[in-house]
């Protein structure tokens, strides 16, 4: 089966890039990558999500190991609201209807003013 | 505005007294879930569905029932409780259940069973 491994802890500095890592080194080929965020008192927030490529929207860019074993989450300039715990997920599907999650155990990501 | 709506927030009960812990998603999606949250754990699955009258476990169904007659509702049923089942507990759905779809979370529901 498939495992994520996250560092627990992370501190960054306002309004720096932040690069978050997730080793997935038993992903299948059918996995997608997902990234989530929980603030306290809340639940987990969709963040981006990705198959090989790079990907990048509003709230972050997510960059995809060529092997597909690692992925980083990059936030581009921290602010103070972006301090959470931050999951990689892999959502797998198969043809027969049945799917697979693969939680990480998630960073939690201090960010100091 | 789209969301999943999970009630009761907070629920306290005691060993044994049934319950349900109701969920509903107003984004017509066709896939909910449910997970429970520990301290040391993580997020674990309990129960998904792909759509209405489809349910399967997840990693930890033991002593939790779902149902899923409606696309907006899943609600998650705990027959006879038990103190190991005091969790943090979050519905979720997404659009289909494909990798490729984003999974919206509820804020979820703390229970407490002494």
């Known amino acids: 089966d498939a495992k994520t491994t996250q560092p627990n802890s992370m501190e960054s500095n306002e309004e720096e890039p932040v690069h978050l890592p997730c080793n997935h080194s038993?992903?299948?080929?059918?996995?997608?990558i997902h990234w989530y965020r929980q603030l306290p008192s809340q639940g987990p927030e969709y963040v981006i999500h990705?198959?090989?490529s790079n990907v990048n929207n509003r709230m972050a860019s997510l960059a995809i190991a060529e092997d597909r074993k690692s992925s980083t989450l990059i936030l581009h300039r921290a602010t103070l609201r972006d301090a959470a715990v931050y999951y990689c997920?892999?959502?797998?599907?198969?043809?027969?209807?049945?799917?697979?999650?693969?939680f990480g155990t998630g960073t939690r990501l201090t960010i100091i003013p | 505005e789209a969301q999943v709506t999970q009630n009761p927030r907070y629920l306290i009960t005691v060993t044994g007294k049934k319950l349900t812990v109701t969920c509903s998603q107003n984004?017509?999606?066709?896939?909910m879930s449910w997970y429970r949250q520990d301290p040391g754990l993580g997020l674990r699955q309990i129960y998904y569905?792909?759509?209405?009258?489809?349910?399967d476990k997840g990693d930890v169904p033991e002593g939790y029932k779902v149902s899923r007659k409606e696309k907006r509702n899943f609600p998650l049923i705990l027959e006879s409780p038990s103190p190991n089942q005091t969790s943090l507990y979050f519905c979720?759905?997404?659009?289909?259940?494909?990798?490729?779809?984003?999974?919206?979370f509820g804020n979820g529901t703390r229970l407490t069973v002494t």
């Open positions: 984004m017509n999606h066709e896939y």
């Open positions: 038993t992903i299948s080929g059918t996995d997608y």
């Open positions: 979720a759905s997404s659009l289909m259940g494909v990798g490729n779809s984003p999974l919206h």
């Open positions: 569905s792909m759509n209405v009258e489809v349910t």
């Open positions: 997920i892999l959502r797998h599907s198969s043809n027969f209807g049945n799917e697979k999650l693969t």
């Open positions: 990705g198959l090989t």
